[in-house]
């Protein structure tokens, strides 16, 4: 069985830290391009970072993250991370990965896409 699973979220202090790590089950997450995505209380899930197939390209869709946060994979463990810095209350969501393919201003996935769970991220004083 084939799944993605999310893990690291939790409640953070802004201008504090967090990990997320994004694991592969039963596929290679090397072999897909894998992004971050996020979904906000009332709003629209978005696009929030990307690294290709070959680790080549890490791609930085959503503005506000820029600086901020950092895409990194881990073949070894089979895991791509999102690490999150400089967290802001706006950044609260849930956030997930999916494969898909990475764009410079977007992650375009499709049906056969696989995605996680998802994992809470709450950044509140």
């Known amino acids: 069985q084939v799944q993605l699973v999310e893990s690291g979220g939790g409640l953070v202090q802004p201008g504090g830290s967090l990990r997320l790590s994004c694991a592969g089950y039963?596929?290679?997450?090397?072999?897909?391009?894998i992004g971050w995505f996020r979904q906000a209380p009332g709003k629209e899930r978005e696009g929030v970072s990307c690294?290709?197939?070959?680790?080549?390209?890490?791609?930085y869709v959503e503005e506000d993250v820029k600086g901020r946060f950092a895409i990194s994979r881990d073949n070894a463990k089979n895991t791509v991370y999102l690490h999150m810095n400089a967290l802001k209350p706006e950044d609260t969501a849930v956030y997930y990965c999916?494969?898909?393919?990475?764009?410079?201003?977007?992650?375009?996935?499709?049906?056969?896409?696989?995605w996680g769970q998802g994992t809470q991220v709450t950044v509140a004083s």
């Open positions: 999916a494969t898909g393919a990475c764009l410079v201003h977007n992650i375009v996935t499709s049906d056969n896409d696989y």
């Open positions: 690294v290709s197939v070959s680790d080549r390209t890490r791609y």
């Open positions: 039963g596929l290679s997450l090397d072999a897909y391009a």
